[in-house]
């Protein structure tokens, strides 16, 4: 690139027009008088949260190298998910648990050939699943929402043959249902292990929403929505609060939002407001809708979503519950800020301070460092060539371009 590519005029013309067009996109979440004033009635507070009930904070998050190895025309890709759990006293904080989870690990070999990469997606997900693909499809409640959504009933196996599989050098297509896929897998062994405490407050959190990217779609689907939604089974029949959490809201005009709170809450024109909660209405269940989600399938199908803030220097997080739970245990205001000021005790770590600590936890464990993914990377080498592959025939993808 020119170094002086910035100073064009056609380039800053161009420039100009983005961010014009930026700025009329974000005009269309502005409020109307209606809207703001139910906006304004529905934003919740609680107090900050130095003493809490006794609770029990899962956390989990995945990771991987994608890919981590290419050889011919086939790649290596490695998956990471870690899970933590937590407990509390009003003495010493949270304190972790060992409920004998493993770090849960995949290599996944996949090559082009359209027979075998089907074999090798359907064994992947079934490792990093637990569970066979087919199982997972029938005890998860996926079919029903996409029937809703869809209107097309679909079967077990029409649902198992139409899941999408890419091609092994898709790798961004491929990452994302790894990840996501390891993510949820762990989710699950932790939702088996966890034992049940009577009176404890159990959550288990992951880093993602609970969004169902193909639900809408009557011919395919992907595995990991269905593990999503099983996961949401499970967690009802075990008690457990299950929730995604994201940093980001995927919402326009948040300044719209956060100036509703700040008038609720009296405080001054440039202070931020923290400690407070908005559940994001829906047109079938509240009757109104925001204009920022015009488009957007927030909430997700089958599910709720709030938007919180634990403290000022962290910005609004999204959180998505399943629509059957909160129906039964979270719907009414004290319930809802009872979960949250669980959350936010639950945020006091120095180390993450204002964000749960046992998600933080589960991130930093699953994150490969460089030096991790170099060593994997030469002992998958070593351990092939062994088995009587070349050396030479195997490329590290991120070096070759």
Not at 349 to 355: E, F, I, L, P
Request: neutral net charge; contains cysteine; glycine residues 8%.
């Amino acid at each position: 690139m020119r170094f002086d590519l910035h100073l064009r005029n056609a380039v800053r013309s161009r420039l100009a027009e983005v961010a014009g067009e930026m700025k009329e996109w974000e005009g269309f979440a502005k409020l109307g008088d209606d809207v703001a004033h139910r906006l304004r009635e529905s934003v919740r507070f609680f107090e900050h949260t130095k003493a809490a009930a006794p609770l029990q904070c899962a956390g989990v998050d995945g990771s991987g190298d994608f890919p981590a190895l290419a050889y011919a025309d086939s790649f290596v890709y490695l998956t990471v998910a870690q899970g933590s759990v937590y407990t509390n006293d009003n003495v010493h904080g949270l304190k972790e648990v060992d409920i004998g989870v493993p770090t849960l690990f995949d290599a996944f070999w996949i090559p082009e050939s359209e027979t075998r990469r089907s074999e090798a997606w359907d064994a992947a997900f079934a490792r990093l699943g637990g569970m066979s693909v087919r199982d997972v499809v029938i005890t998860s409640d996926y079919r029903e929402l996409k029937y809703k959504f869809s209107g097309r009933r679909t079967s077990v196996d029409e649902l198992v043959e139409q899941l999408i599989r890419p091609n092994a050098s898709d790798s961004s297509n491929v990452a994302i249902q790894l990840r996501t896929t390891g993510e949820l897998g762990i989710a699950l062994r932790l939702l088996e292990r966890i034992p049940p405490q009577q009176g404890r407050f159990r959550t288990l959190i992951f880093d993602s929403t609970l969004t169902l990217p193909l639900v809408t779609r009557r011919d395919v689907s992907l595995f990991y929505e269905h593990l999503k939604r099983l996961c949401c089974v499970e967690a009802r029949r075990r008690g457990v609060v299950l929730l995604g959490l994201s940093k980001s809201h995927g919402l326009p005009g948040m300044e719209f939002i956060e100036d509703a709170a700040r008038e609720v809450a009296g405080t001054g024109k440039n202070e931020t407001p923290e400690h407070w909660y908005l559940k994001i209405p829906s047109k079938d269940m509240d009757g109104w809708t925001l204009p920022a989600t015009e488009g957007r399938r927030i909430p997700p199908a089958g599910a709720v979503t709030y938007l919180v803030r634990f403290h000022r220097n962290v910005p609004v997080l999204r959180v998505d519950l399943d629509a059957n739970y909160w129906g039964e245990h979270l719907r009414e205001d004290d319930q809802a800020r009872g979960l949250f000021q669980s959350l936010d005790y639950c945020s006091h770590d120095q180390r993450s301070y204002g964000y749960p600590y046992p998600v933080k936890a589960g991130h930093d464990r699953a994150s490969l460092t460089e030096a991790e993914r170099v060593a994997l990377r030469k002992q998958l080498v070593d351990e092939a060539v062994r088995a009587g592959l070349k050396r030479s025939l195997f490329r590290e993808v991120s070096l070759a371009t």
